[in-house]
């Protein structure tokens, strides 16, 4: 499979279009193995109120009423849509959950959930033709590698500004390149808060590396606090990766 190089910053305009202003809440627990549980809310309130300003909101707003207020599967999902998902990719279907945020009757916003996914079924859902997989997939490249004791972070790809080799690649690749940079291109003029979570089940050993937008909470837990259209101060120090080793 070509390596999936859409970031989580161009999963969240591929999610929520052309939009003034998100938050996007972020939650991960590192397990003992190599497992990881995955929480994050995207909150679009302040959009949403803004379009319901504007005369030509009603069929933008008729598309937000889609996800159920419930936690329902992958697999479910699918199985309403008549699409089902092929058995590869069923069991970590059923461990992968979406629902709709709402204020009173207004939905506002969508939170995913995963819960003690490890690596196998990871790439394997990755590999998954549903549409639903293929659309969620990017999150478990979200610039995070665990192998159950070490965690790698890799910024550049969390804020988007990471920079690629040139390499040979055919026209329908270009063609990805292209919609990709354009996408991560419009981040400049959007408003999106991003605030993630890590927490571990082992207790910290050591924390290589420093960078504006990263601090340590406690023994477990570690944040991570940007917004993707802001540029890093060059007086800081800011490495290109955070290496945190647990006992």
């Keep these: 499979m070509t390596k999936q190089r859409i970031k989580i910053v161009t999963l969240i305009i591929l999610f929520i279009g052309l939009l003034q202003s998100c938050t996007v809440n972020m939650e991960m627990t590192f397990h003992k193995d190599d497992a990881t549980s995955i929480l994050m809310e995207f909150d679009s309130k302040e959009m949403i109120d803004m379009m319901q300003s504007k005369s030509d909101s009603t069929s933008k707003k008729s598309n937000l009423n889609k996800l159920s207020k419930e ?24 461990k992968i959950f979406l629902k709709g945020i709402y204020d009173q009757e207004q939905e506002t916003g969508f939170a995913i959930k995963m819960e003690r996914l490890d690596k196998k079924e990871l790439e394997g859902f990755s590999d998954s033709e549903n549409k639903e997989a293929k659309m969620l997939s990017p999150f478990v490249k979200s610039g995070t590698d ?26 329908k690749e270009e ?8 996408i991560e291109n419009m981040l400049k003029m959007i408003d999106v808060q991003f605030n993630a979570t890590f927490k571990f089940e082992n207790k910290i050993k050591s924390i290589k590396g420093k960078h504006q937008n990263f601090k340590k909470i406690d023994n477990h837990t570690v944040q991570i606090s940007m917004k993707f259209n802001e540029e890093f101060d060059e007086n800081k120090k800011n490495d290109d990766k955070i290496i945190i080793t647990t006992e």
Excluded: C
């Excluded at 699918?78 to 069923?90: F, T, V, Y």
């Design 175 to 182: 063609k990805i390149d292209e919609l990709f940079s354009g």
């Design 146 to 171: 665990w192998d159950g004791k070490r965690l790698i972070i890799d910024m550049k790809e969390i804020s988007s500004k990471k920079e690629e080799k040139e390499q040979e690649k055919d026209k």
């Design 71 to 94: 936690w329902k599967s992958i697999y479910q999902l699918s199985e309403e849509e008549g699409k089902p998902i092929s058995k590869d990719s069923m069991e970590v279907a059923k």
